[in-house]
Structure formats: C-alpha cells, structure tokens
C-alpha cells in the first residue's frame, strides 16, 4: 500500500482545480501520476469511505473528499465506524 501517494491525490483533488476536474471528468489517467495500487484505486473509484479510512487516510483529507461528492455527515461517519 502506498499511503503517502493515496493521500497525496486526494488532497490534490482537494485543493487542486485541474486535478479535481480531471477526477471527476472520469479519467484513469489520473491516477498514473500517483503510486496507488489496485486496492487503493479501486476505493477511490468506488468512494469506500470506510476502507479508504481503514487504509490509513486522515480524517482531515478524506472528510472535504467525502463532501465533494455530496455526502452527508451521517452516511460518512456510519461508514468510517464501521468494523473491518
């Protein structure tokens, strides 16, 4: 697992205007600029909340990640609690 690359996108996705419209355009490209195994991608691609916490991403990145797509505070802390 590559934490530090992991976290590395998504605050890029944060806070970057062009990655983020690159994120959410679709593009697998994106994902060629980080060192992210098939795991990680996968729970971006799938919006894991809870595994991508369980993975390692701090709270404090994953949670502005979360309200990107729109996801209510309820849905992402009950996902995040859960047991593995």
């Not at 992991?6 to 060192?35: C, M, W």
């Not at 991508?52 to 990640?65: A, D, E, I, K």
């Amino acid at each position: 697992m590559s934490l530090y690359g992991l976290q590395k996108l998504i605050r890029d996705i944060n806070r970057v205007p062009a990655i983020r419209e690159e994120y959410f355009a679709g593009s697998d490209n994106i994902f060629t600029h980080y060192d992210l195994t098939d795991p990680e991608i996968s729970a971006i691609r799938d919006k894991d909340w809870g595994r991508l916490y369980r993975m390692g991403v701090h709270g404090l990145l994953l949670r502005p990640f979360s309200i990107l797509h729109q996801v209510p505070e309820p849905a992402y802390l009950t996902a995040i609690r859960e047991p593995a």
